[in-house]
Every structure is written in C-alpha cells, then in structure tokens.
T-cell receptor, first 114, second 111 residues
Framework: ETGVTQSPTHLIKTRGQQVTLRCSSQ?????VSWYQQALGQGPQFIFQ???????GRGNFPPRFSGLQFPNYSSELNVNALELDDSALYLC?????????????FGSGTRLTVV | GEDVEQSLFLSVREGDSSVINCTYT??????LYWYKQEPGAGLQLLTY?????DMKQDQRLTVLLNKKDKHLSLRIADTQTGDSAIYFC???????????FGSGTRLSIRP
C-alpha cells in the first residue's frame, strides 16, 4: 500500500508567479484535502476534493484553486503568488465513509516566495 | 467559531511522562486527534478519540477527553528522545470534512 506522495518537495518562486503542486493519493483513497502550514503554525484547511469536485473550502482567496483527476490524484494551483504564501503545503487523502481518522498526510511541498 | 489552543512548549526529562494539553471550542466535533510532526516531515496520526469516549489508551499513549470543559490531553509514558517533535491537537466532524488544528506543542526531551 503506497502512501501519499507530493511533488516537488521544495520550490522557490517569485512574487506574482503561479505555482502548481501535485499530490498522489494513497491507494484506495478517493478524497484529497489540502492544507497550508505556515512556519510555527498548525495546518490550515484550504479545500477538499471528492469525485473531482470541490467539497468544502477554508478561508482562502480564489487564487487558490485545485483539481482532482479520475485516478484521485490532485493539484493545487496558486496564482499571483504573495510573500505570505510561503509555507509547507500538505496533502491528505482519505476514503469517504471512513471519517477523518482515515486521513493520510504526505510529507508536503515547501514553497518559498521571494 | 472553531478554534483549538495548546501551549507552545514542553520540556520533560527522559523516562518521565509528558502531558500535552489542548482546548477546543466546537462542541459538535466528533473526532479529536493527536498528530506528531518531526522536522521536515508531514503529519503522523498518533491516535484519535471519539467524542463519546472519556479515555483511550494505546501502548505508551493515553488520551483523556473532558467534553464538558472541551479539554483534551495526551500523556506519553516513559518519554524517549525519539518522542521529540511537535504535537498537534485537532478536531473534526463526523464526515470526511476539514480538520481544525492547534498551533502545536514542541516537546523537547532532556537527559
């Protein structure tokens, strides 16, 4: 059983640029959630995808968007990057019906905006 | 609103017990969690407890839940150097919805 894999592991972007982060969900999982973890903080919920549609969203602006593909993998896109977007972005997958205790987190993508 | 609070730091002697405390605000939370994060790593689910339980024990870990006071604690018995990490308290609903995390408690172990 493979876990959640995220790519890339590290990324440096310039303010105003766009970035795409990728996540492969754990085998058998059909739901993907994205979290942003700023330095010294707990993870903050960005959004969740189920059946290729957004299934809940946190307090993040529309320039944060996502996709889920038929194989349940997912992308997080951030447009017009700002310095405050620098953070660790975590992806978590789960199987609907298992409740939140079924979440498996990836190791994250460290995004630095300069 | 939804909020989870925990102290930022805890230092314990190797071999002693560690107790990390947390308070939450959402009384409708169905699950309460403890996650562990080591440097440069993602989040590892240590344990969870249903909101209708008072206590859960899993090897060296004991979780106590006081639903009336919305207080959750994690006790790690016989704390080892490998337990050094940041521990996050979190709450979630009954469906596969979002999880609300605290800011984390950094546990350091002294010899």
């Amino acid at each position: 059983e493979t876990g959640v894999t995220q790519s890339p592991t590290h990324l440096i972007k310039t303010r105003g640029q766009q970035v795409t982060l990728r996540c492969s969900s754990q085998s058998g999982h059909n739901t993907v959630s994205w979290y942003q973890q700023a330095l010294g903080q707990g993870p903050q919920f960005i959004f969740q995808y189920y059946r290729e549609e957004e299934n809940g969203r946190g307090n993040f602006p529309p320039r944060f968007s996502g996709l889920q593909f038929p194989n349940y993998s997912s992308e997080l896109n951030v447009n017009a990057l700002e310095l405050d977007d620098s953070a660790l972005y975590l992806c978590a997958s789960s199987r609907t019906g298992t409740g939140n205790y079924g979440y498996t987190f990836g190791s994250g993508t460290r995004l630095t905006v300069v | 609103g939804e909020d989870v609070e925990q102290s930022l730091f805890l230092s314990v002697r190797e071999g002693d017990s560690s107790v990390i405390n947390c308070t939450y605000t959402d009384s409708s939370s169905t699950y309460l969690y403890w996650y562990k994060q080591e440097p440069g790593a993602g989040l590892q689910l240590l344990t969870y407890i249903f909101s209708n339980m008072d206590m859960k024990q899993d090897q060296r870990l004991t979780v106590l839940l006081n639903k009336k006071d919305k207080h959750l604690s994690l006790r790690i018995a016989d704390t080892q150097t490998g337990d050094s990490a940041i521990y996050f308290c979190a709450e979630g609903g009954s469906s596969a919805s979002k999880i609300i995390f605290g800011s984390g408690t950094r546990l350091s172990i002294r010899p």
